[in-house]
């Protein structure tokens, strides 16, 4: 009776676990961390999803395992306690059961390894891009250069939160949701669109991280690294660096902004310099009738008198 009411005990605890996990579950769909968010976000790219896949291949192996392993030890430790008399056995090894537990974790690693390799080399995969940005990180702020199109400026941590982390202030949720995570010029990129982005960095070890977009990448000195992106959903998509840069490492947020494509010429239009927006025309013979219009526009010329 004391045994199954432990039993018991443990299944209600299970069934907790597994309802506090359901919210998790829902969390997961948003591009965005959520307040409480336990699991990774779902992301809003191909490559996001990817990973997510990966992650809960790995998540629901790494759990079935774990309930084996612990369900056997704990049956174990109540059904062969000693209180019960039970005497434990005397062997030295068991061939069989050594194969079985070497060959089973060797085959789980292979089933896991394989599609995850063939995610991570897709990954890397930039043939095809529609267009390029160049991220260059510096301390501490980064810079973007849209290649081929005369565009480029720097995106820092906006002015609103950098006054208010100067002055001591404590920000809540409530009164500033996006302390830290706003910047003044935000990476605007369309959506539907294979972007190719190169990246590197002016002075130290930065990382160009935006969890939505399901990636990671080093900026290194010296060197130029190549991820891609193809954004589905229009939205407001944020990261930070990733990587210890110095003092103000957590103040260099990162914010993509997703648009349209139609609004995304537009805006990379107006971002032009007006000098690169009109071209020369070319010039045109002068009519006989312009020839005369310019000459009576002229004053005539007075005769010189004399002394």
């Known amino acids: 009776m004391k045994q199954s009411s432990v039993w018991g005990r443990l299944c209600n605890s299970g069934l907790a676990l597994a309802a506090m996990a359901l919210p998790t579950v829902a969390w997961a769909q948003a591009a965005d961390p959520q307040r409480w968010q336990l699991n990774m ?57 050594e194969v079985i ?86 990476l605007v990129l369309p959506v539907d669109t294979k972007v190719r982005f190169v990246i590197t960095s002016d002075d130290v070890v930065h990382a160009w991280w935006v969890p939505a977009l399901g990636w990671k990448q080093d900026a290194v000195p010296g060197f130029v690294n190549e991820r891609w992106t193809n954004i589905e959903q229009e939205g407001i998509y944020r990261g930070q660096c990733a990587e210890l840069c110095g003092k103000d490492h957590g103040f260099m947020p990162i ?9 995304f010429k537009s805006w990379l239009a107006s971002r032009k310099p007006a000098a690169a927006d009109e071209a020369a025309a070319p010039d045109e013979p002068a009519t006989e009738e312009a020839v005369q219009d310019a000459a009576d526009a002229q004053p005539a010329e007075q005769p010189a008198t004399g002394a």
């Open 101 to 186: 537990w070497t060959v089973i974790p060797i085959i789980i690693l292979v089933v896991m390894a394989w599609p995850a390799t063939a995610k991570l080399i897709a990954m890397y995969d930039t043939r095809d891009s529609e267009m390029t940005v160049k991220v260059t990180g510096y301390q501490w702020m980064w810079k973007y250069e849209y290649l081929g199109e005369n565009v480029a400026f720097t995106s820092r941590l906006d002015r609103n939160s950098d006054q208010v982390r100067q002055s001591g202030a404590v920000p809540t949720m409530e009164s500033d949701p996006h302390y830290l995570l706003d910047v003044d010029n935000p």
């Open 255 to 263: 914010v993509v902004k997703a648009v349209s494509k139609e609004a």
């Open 41 to 97: 976000g779902k992301g809003v790219t191909h490559t996001a999803r990817m990973a997510w896949d990966a992650h809960m291949v790995a998540l629901w192996v790494c759990v079935i395992i774990g309930v084996l392993v612990f369900g056997a030890m704990g049956y174990a430790i109540f059904k062969f306690r000693k209180s019960k008399g039970a005497v434990p056995a005397q062997f030295s090894h068991n061939t069989r059961a």
